[in-house]
């Protein structure tokens, strides 16, 4: 019967969509778990009814403390839960966290003993991130041992409030002088029983003994995501799902409503998490399998199950910055020679082309897509590894991942976005990549879509063709004729005759290209095109390069937007 208090060892009933008898629980304690939001509407089902504070509450008490971990129980809530109205999470936090500065809140960090699973030696642990600063929305954490559920609980004693760390410095949490606003936190009264403040997410390390801890991945904020590969820094940003992004409709931003993380298996260098994910026009649930290394693998099993119709949606999705480069120099005078995360778009399309499409820091909003039926992969990458290309000795971007998504199942029609939103700032994350469906997921329906997301240095499956190291770009004085300088490199190229052997193949969808000449350096494995676009009157033109050899591509293919 819903509403039954559950026994450890046992299932307790999920509550029906349309159960009225609910826990009695007060409008503040509401609040805390995420459950009040009267006059709630979504788009599409028309007028909304408030739903009942009790019904996420007993849901997750079905998967909650004493419970054995069922993935379709998890599913089932997530279906039960796409029939209600959709009910926003509070933000609200005591006046010690909802006014940190970001200095202050990095220095939050979780003590050591608090980790989950710490010093175990059981290939990962995870330490449960504050709320506060940007961070406000509450997500609760579950830990799953031998298949029983222990709700991870917060405590103000499980932190350490002290300063950031800073070169060659303890990382924060591991002692240091607390700043006078992190005291007062430390030294304020702990928050009522009934308003747990639950996490903002969690960040997760190696625990491999005999060996340092390595911070390999981080969740935090709406359905992102980061990891890296040994030896990386992090860079690109994961979304597991995306909702209109750039769309007129405004873009909607879904959330992780709680996370259950089962114990790894000692040796095994596999950690599994399951999630809830939550929004105005979806629910569903998301299975995570991590594995780190040389090269951090992540598998995403999602099943969707929307509320109201979805016709944009995005799938392996990713976010990066890119401020500037050769392509487009920084305006201000800057130390360093190139600024951003990541440096194009590859796309292994169901043709089996390969395809590399440079991106930019343009001067207004730009929306590519690359139509395509089951892509065999794309994602935005890194591929400037020296130093010299940078410059940078703080943000070392040499060391950022590239992030290549290869779906597991076939995902139809559809296409490939890029977007590309000007910017000044080096941490904003102008650079939008993600599969789009060309089939809208009906409401009451339910879709599941699975890929593969590498964190790496290099693709886990290089095309056997030349690829491009670098464009850039000038203008002819006094006109608005820009020259293109596109270089490629591969073992293709290195052929005693390619200067003779290689062609260009160039076109231009506005404009005109021409004056093109090529330079063969086959002692380096190089060849470097020039050509020159008139683009007229044209505010945007569409350039593809390739070279052929015997009529057969020998390099990947080069695209590429231009705008003034």
Not at 69 to 74: C, I, K, Q, S
Not at 95 to 102: E, K, V
Not at 122 to 137: C, M
Not at 234 to 261: C, N, S
Request: hydrophobic share 40%.
């Amino acid at each position: 019967m819903a509403g039954e208090t559950a026994s450890a060892g046992k299932t307790a009933p999920i509550p029906a969509a349309d159960d009225s008898r609910a826990f009695s629980v007060s409008r503040r304690a509401a609040l805390a778990l995420g459950l009040a939001a009267a006059g709630a509407t979504v788009t599409g089902l028309g007028p909304a009814r408030a739903q009942e504070p009790s019904f996420l509450e007993a849901a997750l008490a079905t998967v909650g403390d004493g419970e054995t971990f069922d993935p379709a129980r998890l599913l089932e809530i997530a279906r039960l839960l796409a029939k209600r109205p959709y009910t926003d999470s509070p933000s609200e936090l005591p006046d010690d966290f909802s006014n940190l500065t970001y200095d202050q809140y990095i220095g939050i960090r979780a003590k050591p003993g608090s980790y989950l699973w710490h010093g175990e030696g059981r290939g990962f642990t995870v330490e449960p991130l504050h709320r506060g600063f940007i961070f406000a929305s509450p997500v609760r954490l579950y830990a799953v041992d031998d298949g029983a559920i222990r709700r991870v609980r917060y405590a103000r004693d499980l932190f350490d409030f002290g300063k950031p760390a800073t070169a060659g410095q303890p990382a924060p949490g591991a002692g240091g002088t607390p700043p006078a606003a992190a005291a007062q936190a430390a030294n304020a009264p702990a928050a009522p029983a009934e308003e747990p403040l639950d996490f903002s997410g969690f960040r997760m390390y190696t625990d491999v003994p005999g060996e340092a801890p390595q911070e390999v991945a981080i969740f935090q904020g709406a359905t992102f995501f980061r990891a890296k590969a040994r030896g990386q820094n992090y860079g690109v940003h994961a979304h597991t799902l995306m909702l209109r992004p750039a769309d007129a409709k405004g873009e909607e931003l879904p959330q992780f409503r709680a996370f259950w993380i089962e114990r790894p298996l000692a040796g095994s260098g596999v950690l599994v998490i399951h999630a809830l994910l939550d929004s105005e026009s979806v629910a569903g649930v998301v299975r995570f399998t991590f594995r780190t290394g040389d090269t951090a693998i992540t598998d995403v099993e999602a099943t969707l199950i929307p509320r109201a119709r979805l016709d944009h949606i995005g799938i392996g999705g990713s976010t990066a910055n890119f401020l500037f480069g050769p392509i487009r120099q920084s305006t201000v005078p800057d130390t360093r020679v190139a600024v951003h995360d990541i440096g194009g778009l590859q796309i292994h399309n169901g043709r089996s082309e390969w395809l590399w499409r440079p991106v930019d820091n343009p001067q207004t909003l730009q929306i590519s897509a690359f139509l395509d039926v089951s892509p065999k992969g794309f994602g935005l990458l890194q591929r400037g590894r020296d130093f010299g290309a940078y410059e940078d000795d703080v943000q070392h971007f040499e060391r950022r991942p590239s992030l290549w998504v290869e779906p597991l199942q076939e995902w139809g029609e559809g296409a490939v976005q890029l977007i590309e939103v000007p910017t000044t700032s080096e941490g904003t994350p102008n650079i939008i990549s993600y599969w789009r469906p060309t089939q809208a997921i009906e409401a009451g329906t339910e879709a599941r879509f699975s890929w593969r997301l590498f964190w790496c240095w290099s693709l886990p499956e290089r095309p056997n063709l030349a690829l491009v190291r670098g464009t850039r770009i000038g203008a002819l004085p006094g006109s608005r004729v820009r020259r293109f300088a596109v270089s490629f490199v591969g073992d293709e190229l290195a052929r005693p005759d390619i200067g003779t052997a290689v062609k260009v193949s160039l076109s231009a969808s506005r404009g005109t290209v021409g004056n093109t000449r090529v330079w063969t350096y086959p002692e380096r494995k190089l060849v470097r095109v020039l050509f020159d676009l008139d683009p007229g009157n044209e505010a945007s033109s569409e350039l593809r390069l390739e070279l052929t050899a015997a009529e057969k591509p020998v390099s990947e293919s080069w695209l590429f937007r231009w705008t003034p």
